[in-house]
């Protein structure tokens, strides 16, 4: 199956952190996003990628080269990011008289349910929700969909779109659709003229995941960890205690006194400790630094990030060469125990969690003793002065 998997969106939701990198390349369980989709469709048949790349293209093209897995990678350029209608429009002029599969490279998938989808096409992927209304809802008559309705006051079901299609060969004639209401072209306009030319499956997803926002890139990286096994090829001392499944790379360090409960990934070039506490799904991506007593609990922290001694990070995401002084302390929890809420495109939006601490663009720079507020989110770059308390995101703190 030629599988298109769409990789060219700017990801402004996702802001700081795709400030200098595609969404679609931020570090999930030691791979980029996109190379776990790109792995669920190999794994379910998939015999032919090709990316569409726009934002950042480079960085994709980079990591996956002219193949990935054994299969062979081809590129298409979405100049502008118009809609996916328009993303699929630029990859079509890769694919082969045949039929096609469509994918997100911002979601996750499983294998075992991609292989069902490919089997089954035409077809959609589906998923049930307990709130529809936010999403592009299926019609469903028994497996067939009737339409796909975009974000619906009245859902016709709790069943939504998952953005994984298998599209008969004639859809690449289809594709030249008109600007939604959103002023976007939509590949659901594609999926309904399927509808009424053919007989389109929804096929159910055991799991499914959009990651679009920064606490879905925490719960991203809490599902793939929990699929690590033990695996200990770095260096790591004999008064160090290792429980679960922990991942430590060669060339990783882990010092003396040092707790890591799993799953947890140490990355090449990541030292932790003396005397540190590393817990919960936690990613230590290359070259980064958890200092003496530190600790750090279901967290992701990117490249040459560092945590001086002293500090807490809990459920908080850190962008490259983050720089914490000592001492720094992030709040991950309400008094009132509601659920947490964090800026998106400038508007306070529930994360849905109950623990979510901070994020962080890179080169992010903390004074000691510094205090983060649950929720807070600072650009790239961004400062604090010793022993400074950040109770709210700022855009403007460089």
Not at 316 to 343: K, M
Request: charged share 20%.
């Amino acid at each position: 199956m030629q599988t298109l998997i769409l990789a060219a969106g700017q990801g402004t939701r996702m802001r700081p952190l795709t400030e200098q990198r595609p969404k679609p390349m931020l570090p999930v369980a030691g791979q980029p996003l996109v190379a776990h989709t790109a792995t669920a469709a190999i794994d379910a048949g998939a015999s032919r990628l090709v990316l569409v790349v726009g934002y950042e293209a480079d960085a994709v093209r980079a990591f996956f080269g002219s193949e990935f897995k054994g299969v062979p990678v081809d590129y298409a350029v979405q100049d502008q990011q118009r809609g996916t209608a328009d993303a699929v429009r630029a990859g079509a002029t890769k694919l082969e008289e045949a039929p096609f599969a469509v994918l997100n490279g911002d979601n996750l998938y499983d294998g075992e349910s991609l292989a069902k989808l490919f089997d089954r096409g035409p077809s959609v992927g589906s998923y049930q929700v307990a709130s529809p209304s936010a999403y592009g809802v299926l019609d469903i008559e028994g497996e067939q969909v009737t339409s796909v309705i975009e974000k619906p006051d009245t859902p016709p079901s709790n069943v939504i779109n998952t953005g994984g299609y298998v599209f008969p060969t004639a859809a690449q004639d289809w594709l030249d659709v008109d600007s939604s209401e959103r002023g976007e072209l939509e590949v659901t306009e594609v999926l309904n003229q399927a509808c009424q030319e053919t007989a389109v499956t929804a096929v159910p997803l055991s799991r499914w995941l959009d990651v679009g926002r920064p606490w879905e890139l925490l719960e991203a990286n809490e599902w793939k960890l929990e699929e690590c096994s033990r695996q200990i090829n770095g260096e790591v001392h004999a008064d160090a205690e290792l429980r679960g499944p922990v991942i430590v790379e060669s060339g990783a360090t882990v010092e003396a006194g040092v707790v890591i409960e799993g799953p947890a990934l140490l990355q090449a070039g990541a030292t932790v400790g003396p005397n540190a506490y590393v817990r919960g799904a936690t990613l230590l991506g290359p070259k980064t630094t958890v200092g003496h007593s530190v600790e750090v609990k279901n967290s992701v922290l990117m490249e040459g990030a560092t945590v001086g001694h002293l500090s807490y990070v809990g459920d908080s995401i850190l962008g490259r060469n983050v720089n914490f002084g000592a001492g720094t302390t992030v709040a991950n929890l309400r008094h009132d125990e509601a659920p947490i809420t964090c800026p998106v495109k400038g508007e306070l939006v529930s994360t849905g969690r109950r623990k979510f601490g901070v994020v962080c663009g890179d080169g992010v720079k903390t004074g000691i003793n510094t205090s983060l507020n649950a929720g807070v989110v600072l650009p790239g770059g961004a400062t604090t002065a010793p022993n400074e308390t950040i109770l709210k995101s700022a855009a403007n703190r460089r």
